[in-house]
């Protein structure tokens, strides 16, 4: 028995009857001539069985397995899954400290100095070379408002390098989240990422999110 599935994107995907386990593909995927990449199952899956896919910040999608196919059978006869991205979706913060490429083709680099600002605050810092409009939304947690500091412009005229907010201490600790914003088709300012566990930062502490790739 065999059945290929193509699955875009790639990274992470993750194969399983609902409500079970993971199923392993057999061997490693393939990258076909469209840029899907291609998953083998000998005998782990049957024909026409329903199984969901999913990926890490992508919507789970429940499709059948299809009719059965060799090894020799062309791309476009495969079942194919297109994976829909989360947006926003979370980060963590070693992803902001690494300064890893993020999904939407974003680094924003975190640099944490505690004993930095006074110790009744945390400082929140974004700084950008880069010319289109970068936001941070810093909320308090606690009364439902809400601050935003941004770097570039949407469209010409004046730029902005750097911006600077502050929270007291205690309303770090509220479970809030940050929210990354960029400008996207037609110049929009969309919500791309978030970014939780602020509690981690120790009062006097700023932090410095340096937007250096988009």
Do not use: C
Not at 2 to 7: E, L, M, N
Not at 46 to 66: A, K, L, M, N, Q
Not at 155 to 174: C, I, M, P, S
């Amino acid at each position: 028995m065999k059945w290929f599935g193509a699955v875009t994107p790639a990274p992470g995907a993750t194969f399983r009857r609902p409500g079970g386990p993971a199923i392993l593909p057999d061997g490693p995927p393939r990258v076909d001539p469209v840029g899907a990449t291609v998953y083998t199952f000998l005998d782990s899956l049957r024909p026409y069985e329903t199984i969901e896919v999913f990926s890490p910040h992508y919507y789970t999608v429940t499709t059948s397995t299809g009719p059965p196919v060799q090894l020799d059978t062309p791309t476009a006869n495969l079942v194919y899954v297109g994976l829909s991205h989360q947006w926003p979706y979370a980060l963590a913060w070693a992803e902001l400290e690494n300064g890893s490429l993020l999904d939407d083709g974003d680094v924003i680099r975190a640099d944490i100095r505690p004993g930095t600002v006074p110790a009744e605050v945390v400082e929140f810092r974004i700084t950008s070379m880069l010319w289109w409009w970068k936001e941070i939304n810093v909320p308090d947690g606690e009364t439902g408002s809400s601050w935003n500091i941004h770097t570039g412009a949407v469209w010409g005229g004046a730029r902005r390098f750097e911006d600077t907010v502050g929270l007291w201490t205690h309303q770090v600790r509220n479970g809030q989240r940050l929210s990354f914003r960029k400008a996207k088709t037609a110049g929009l300012v969309s919500t791309t990422y978030v970014l939780g566990g602020l509690e981690r930062l120790a009062g006097g502490t700023r932090v410095t999110f340096d937007w250096v790739r988009e």
